[in-house]
């Protein structure tokens, strides 16, 4: 049978790379994979360039190194290279547009991998635990993200996703990927995952602008170097400990957008010194903020003071906090059971044309404190480009009035 089909290729003017007795096909499905071979290349033979589909675990716990797949081949199957720990090399077809549960999980030599275009679906588990040093999947359409797909992968340094709003997305999606520094979300997307990067304790930067309106519960939770957040500003619920325990986040600026905040949703954010709660925040879970024992300032724009559940600040001495709010609205705070134990200090009003005429309409932009004290800068120094001011004034919330334009809350870090 092997002469028999080392005729036919040699007649075909190619030869087989591999003996019939590394592998079993099924017509053009390959079955399993047990040859010793360490690099496997289905291009270089004509039975094997012909398969158009892979069993589940076929190559599962070899000693394969490299593979290049076929282009006739949609779909990596589940498990297919679970558990190839020397695996370091993957080529994947140009047609791959699902890669199944668990296909790569535990494949520690595997450091990056190119992802076709056409790429829509990854499955629960599909890089689980594999060595992947760099995620670029910046080029691809993927649709739907499986349950842990790149959880505990340690040596994770660089994440970009697609861009195309994805229909599913699976929990733990990043989860306990402990090397990562930084991430922003794509435009696109409108929510993260639950537990998304749990315990990813290197993260320290993270932007969340675009079209997000949720950030899912558990999102963030234990990420223990996490010092900056950038939200946009369509935000609108921040979900259960979606931030607890992020105990380096020293400023929180949560946008005018957002209706509210989760029980638990940043207990434990132990150098929390200031927070800006947007304008038409509603409701305040119970414990959002438990245990942010080094509040000081807190910054609330409305009228109506939100509803808290519970305890929203259990373990926060409230009198140490000072909590500014609009001049109008301070009785009401004070007859509010939760809001009247902190130290009420109402917002100097700024007019909207203050402190310009018409005639000013060339005059730099100045700053504000929230308690309506005018900010002296240098002259080289504008005030509308707030990455400049750091160093110029304290880290904290302040009021931007530009000529002609309504006064904006800004953050400086």
């Given amino acids: 049978m092997i002469l028999l089909a080392a005729s036919m290729a040699g007649a075909a003017g190619a030869f087989a790379a591999y003996p019939e007795t590394s592998y079993t096909l099924q017509g053009r499905r390959l079955v399993s994979w047990h040859g010793p071979e360490r690099s496997v290349d289905f291009r270089d033979d004509p039975a094997l360039a012909r398969v158009n589909s892979i069993a589940d675990y076929a190559f599962a716990q070899t000693d394969i190194e490299e593979v290049a797949l076929p282009d006739r081949l949609m779909t990596v ?19 791959t547009r699902f890669i199944r549960e668990a296909a790569f999980a535990g494949c520690k030599s595997l450091e990056n991998i190119d992802f076709p275009r056409k790429l829509l679906y990854i499955g629960p588990f599909a890089f689980d635990g594999s060595g992947l040093t760099t995620l670029d999947l910046a080029d691809t359409e993927v649709l739907e993200y499986g349950d842990d797909a790149f959880a505990r992968c340690t040596a994770l340094t660089s994440v970009t996703l697609s861009d195309t709003r994805p229909l599913e997305l699976g929990a733990n999606l990043f989860r306990d990927c402990t090397r990562l520094p930084q991430f922003t979300l794509p435009q696109a997307w409108t929510a993260t995952a639950a537990s998304m990067f749990a315990g990813c304790t290197s993260l320290a930067e993270v932007t969340l602008e675009g079209d997000l309106r949720t950030v899912a519960d558990s999102a963030f939770t234990g990420c223990s170097a996490l010092r900056a957040l950038d939200f946009g500003e369509r935000l609108e619920a921040i979900g259960a400990d979606a931030f607890e325990g992020c105990s380096s986040l020293r400023l929180l600026y949560l946008p005018e957008s957002l209706r509210s905040i989760a029980d638990g949703a940043f207990a434990g954010c132990s150098s929390l010194e ?11 879970g119970d414990r959002a ?45 004070w007859g509010s059971q939760q809001w009247s134990r902190f130290n009420i200090n109402p917002l100097s009003a700024i007019d909207a044309d203050f402190p310009y005429t018409d005639s000013d309409s060339g005059a730099p932009a100045v700053l504000f404190s929230l308690e309506g004290h005018r900010l002296s800068l240098p002259a080289h120094v504008k005030a509308e480009e707030a990455a400049t001011l750091t160093g110029y004034a304290p880290a904290g919330f302040y009021i931007l009035c530009r000529p002609g334009m309504r006064p904006v809350k800004i953050i400086i870090r």
């Fill in 274 to 284: 200031m927070l800006f709660l947007g304008d038409r925040l509603e409701k305040v």
């Fill in 77 to 95: 199957p589940a498990g297919a290279f679970e558990g190839c720990v020397h695996l370091r090399r993957v080529r994947l077809g140009d047609n």
């Fill in 289 to 333: 903020f438990a245990d942010c024992t080094s509040l000081r300032h807190i910054s609330l724009g409305t009228e109506e003071p939100p509803i808290t559940w519970g305890d929203s600040f259990a373990g926060v001495y409230e009198p140490d906090v000072l909590l500014s709010v609009p001049s109008q609205a301070e009785d009401t705070y």
